[in-house]
Every structure is written in structure tokens, then in C-alpha cells.
């Protein structure tokens, strides 16, 4: 049983995914029944493992091909908090996608890329070795490009010849790195740490700078993140999908693995790679928070936030601090939250109202109240207001970067939040005082566009206001840290 759980977790987007490649066009049901039985049935596997996890129970299954390689799928605390983001918000976007395309043609054709995109998404969470990993990061790839140019027109074609631009090179310099390492070392599972200490200090500090590169594409860090504001050009499903849970944290993810399981905390101090890792992270920050600035579109200023939000992850983690890895880990999950009940709001503000620009705001408030209260939710959790979400993870790792003799990070998180709200709470002021130049009342139904909206901002709050709570994105983050990293 312990096996076979990790491939049922697998499976439960795979089977979805190839099936629904075959559905016809206008058999609606099926195609939605499936996508959501699978996310359910998702789920609940999820559920069932959380407490057996927390305990201590390991579950593992391994395929081998030839002697020396083979894939490993594992759960562990850290891959489970990756998977549970992904299995809640595969759910609610799945709604969200059903409601928001309704009838428009090639829907077969995107959920099918959906499920495949989520199944890659599984399996990079639930990799165990550094080969595993790079086959799911490819496969998340190729299945996330079709999702980019789903439209068709010639705005997302170059998106997605943008996206495999910067993805390709990426993950050659990514193989580069892995077989590298593992030429010296021999397989690396994350579980078990290898001696890199065969390799010498330039070497190993070559490596790590190549796996910078690697996933620094899909983690958008400056000046890799070209491709992520012109990816905008897909539907709303995708860029909540590619910001939330999918491709920004599938590189933030890579990061924890490689820091804390590849090469491990106390050889990254030795080798003095974590300060000029998080001083990148922290000029991504700013660099993010200034380009959103300069915005008009909604889309790209929540992308430019997205370029810099995400770098708090691998600014956590690179500080070599608990509090800062902490933190970084429970904003893996807070920013997921936050990031899509923003881009959530503004597909149904572009959907139901044809507002795509910051200046086409005013007043919706009055018009909009639900989707007005979630984004506003959404932004002032980005901002970091107490008690939300964003709150929570700035207050660990400014700690962390006090607790990690780099107090300098507490400036770079101040500046973060002055630009947050700078770039933020205009879009509130027009959206709940400014002179509607629209007197019609656009609805906001149906309610599977609105509903996926309200329980994320809902959740925003509640995952700040209940951190204490032991199953907690802060209390689970912290369990990794204490338990793995820092015993």
C-alpha cells in the first residue's frame, strides 16, 4: 500500500488527461465529470496521507529501468505540501475553467493539457531522486506551451515561442548540472545525501550556479523571467495556473531541493552560494515591484508581482536560517493562495465586463462586490496586511534574515511592501471610490466563475489568521524544518 499511493496520486490527472484528449467537443459532462472526479479523488488521497505524514510515515514506489536508473516517487512532508496546494487549486480552477470558457470550442484539446500540466506538476512534488525531477520538469514544459498559445492568435503564438525561448536552453543547462553531479556521485535521492565532496569547491560552486540557471527560468529570477509577462496572453485558467501552482513554483520548488537535499544547508554555507543566491532573489523583488509599477494592463502588473512574490520563496531559503526557511515554505503556499484569487478576479473582470486595463477599474466595486472584496483580499495579503497571508511569511523571514546575520533583508522586505502598495492600492482606489463610467451591472455569474474567487480570498485570510492551527501552511512548513532541516 505504502507503494502504491504516490501512483495512484499520479494517475488520478494522468487517467483524466489522456482520456479527455478523446472526448468529443459537445460531451460537456463527461469531460467535466472526469476532470473533477480526478481532482477529487486526488484529494482525498491527499487527505488521507496528511496525518500519516505527519507522524512520520514514509510512502515510496520505485521503477527501475535498467540497473542505476529508475524513477522514485515519494512523499514526504515537503512534497506534500506541494501537492496538497496543487491538488485544492487544480480543483478550484477546474471550476473556475468550466464556468469561465462555457461553451467556446477546443475544450478537449485544453483540458486535456490542463490535467497533463497538473500530472507533471505531481510528479515534480513527489520526485525523489534528481532524475525523477527533471523528467516531470521537462513534461511540465511541453504540457504547459499548448496551454499559452490555446488562443491561437498571434499575441499568444509569440508568448509561447517566448516561453520555450527561455524553457529549452533552461533545461539543457539543467541536464548539464544534474549529469555533472551525479557523474561523480552516482544517483542522488533527495532522501539520502550524497557526498558531493568529491567534487572539488569550483566545481561544486560551477554546479550550483548551472542549477540557478536551470530553474531560475521557470522561478522567474531576474533577468530569466522574460517570458512570464508575455505568457499573460493565455486565458485567465492558465495564468492562475502557471502563477499559483504550476510553473513559477515548480522552479521556486526546485530551489528547496537543491538547497536543502542536493547539496544541503551546511555545504551551501561553506561554499558561500546562499548570500549571492538570496541577493539575487532580493533584486528580483525589487526589479518585480518596480516593472509592476509601470503597468497599465492588469495581467502584466499582476505578473511583474508574481516575478517578484515568487523570489521570497528562494529568498528563505537561501538566508540558511529555520525562521527564513520557514517562511519561504509557508509563502510557497501563501503567494499560491494570494496569486490566484487575484487572477481569478481579473478573468472575471475581463470575462463578464471587458475590463483588461487598471484605468477601466473605477468603480466596479459597486458593480462587481464580490469579485471587488476578493481581489482587494488578494492585494492587501500581497501587501502584507495583518492578519493575511503575506503578512505571516514576510514577519518569518525577516526574522530568518536577522537570525542569518543578514539584516539587510529586512530593508529589502520594507521596500517590497512600500512598492507592493504603491503598484496595488491605486487598483483599490478606482476599484471602491472611483467615478464608474459604466452605469450597467455586469453579473456576476455564473457561480462556478465567482465561487473558486471566495473561498481562495477566504483562505488567504484564514491561513494567516489560524497559522497557529497544526495543519497550517506555517505549522506544516514548520514541521519540515524542524523535522528535516534543522532536527
Known amino acids: 500500500m505504502t507503494a502504491l ?9 494522468l487517467i483524466p488527461a489522456i482520456a479527455t484528449f478523446f472526448i468529443a467537443q459537445e460531451n460537456a459532462g463527461w469531460r467535466n465529470g472526469l476532470n473533477l472526479g480526478g481532482a477529487l479523488v486526488k484529494l482525498g488521497l491527499i487527505v488521507f496521507m496528511l496525518s500519516e505524514v505527519a507522524g512520520g510515515a514514509l ?13 522514485l516517487l515519494r512523499v514526504d512532508a515537503l512534497s506534500l505540501l506541494f501537492v496538497t496546494l496543487s491538488a485544492v487549486l487544480w480543483l478550484l480552477t477546474t471550476i473556475y475553467a468550466i464556468a469561465y470558457f462555457g461553451p467556446k470550442p477546443d475544450l478537449s484539446r485544453f483540458f486535456g493539457f490542463f490535467s497533463l500540466c497538473v500530472f507533471a506538476t505531481t510528479g515534480i512534488a513527489l520526485s525523489g531522486t534528481l532524475v525523477t525531477f527533471f523528467i516531470f520538469y521537462e513534461l511540465l514544459t511541453l504540457s504547459t506551451w499548448p496551454l499559452v498559445v490555446h488562443k491561437q492568435d498571434e499575441k499568444s503564438i509569440a508568448a509561447g515561442r517566448s516561453y520555450l525561448f527561455y524553457a529549452l536552453p533552461a533545461s539543457g543547462v539543467l541536464l548539464i548540472a544534474i549529469i555533472w553531479l551525479e557523474s561523480a556521485t552516482g544517483p542522488i535521492e533527495f532522501a539520502r545525501a550524497a557526498d558531493l565532496r568529491l567534487l572539488d569547491d569550483t566545481s561544486l560552486r560551477i554546479i550550483f550556479a548551472l542549477f540557478v540557471t536551470g530553474l531560475g527560468v521557470k522561478a522567474a529570477l531576474v533577468p530569466l523571467h522574460g517570458w512570464l509577462p508575455s505568457a499573460m496572453a493565455a486565458p485567465a485558467p492558465v495564468s492562475a495556473l502557471l502563477h499559483a501552482v504550476a510553473v513559477v513554483k515548480a522552479g521556486a520548488f526546485g530551489f528547496v531541493r537543491v538547497i536543502y537535499d542536493v547539496f544541503g544547508i551546511s555545504l551551501v554555507t561553506e561554499l558561500g552560494v546562499g548570500l549571492p543566491l538570496a541577493i539575487l532573489a532580493s533584486v528580483t ?65 475581463d470575462e463578464r465586463a471587458g475590463i483588461k486595463r487598471i484605468d477601466q477599474l473605477n468603480g466596479v466595486g459597486a458593480r462587481m462586490p464580490f469579485t471587488a472584496v476578493c481581489f482587494s483580499l488578494g492585494a492587501l495579503g500581497m501587501i502584507g496586511l495583518p492578519p493575511l497571508a503575506g503578512f505571516v511569511s514576510k514577519i518569518y523571514i525577516g526574522i530568518g534574515g536577522i537570525q542569518s546575520g543578514a539584516p539587510w533583508v529586512i530593508g529589502v522586505l ?38 473558486p474567487a471566495v473561498i481562495t480570498g477566504i483562505a488567504a485570510i484564514a491561513v494567516g489568521l489560524f497559522a497557529g492551527w497544526d495543519l497550517s501552511p506555517l505549522a506544516w512548513a514548520t514541521l519540515i524544518v524542524e523535522r528535516d532541516y534543522w532536527p
Open 285 to 349: 523583488i525589487i526589479f518585480g515591484s518596480l516593472r509592476a509599477l509601470q503597468q497599465n494592463e492588469i495581467k502584466k502588473r499582476l505578473a511583474y508581482s508574481t516575478v517578484s512574490q515568487v523570489s521570497y520563496i528562494i529568498l528563505g531559503m537561501a538566508l540558511a536560517g529555520p525562521y527564513a526557511a520557514i517562511g519561504g515554505l509557508a509563502h510557497l503556499v501563501h503567494q499560491g493562495l494570494m496569486k490566484i484569487t487575484l487572477f481569478f478576479c481579473a478573468g472575471i473582470f
Open 414 to 451: 520594507a521596500a517590497s511592501t512600500l512598492l507592493n502598495a504603491a503598484y496595488f492600492l491605486p487598483l483599490l482606489y478606482r476599484i471602491w471610490f472611483g467615478e464608474a463610467q459604466d452605469d450597467s451591472r455586469p453579473g456576476e455569474r455564473p457561480l462556478g466563475i465567482i465561487a
Open 59 to 71: 510512502y515510496e514506489a520505485r521503477l527501475e529501468f535498467v540497473p542505476g536508473l529508475y524513477l
Open 5 to 13: 499511493l504516490p501512483v495512484l496520486i499520479l494517475i488520478t490527472s
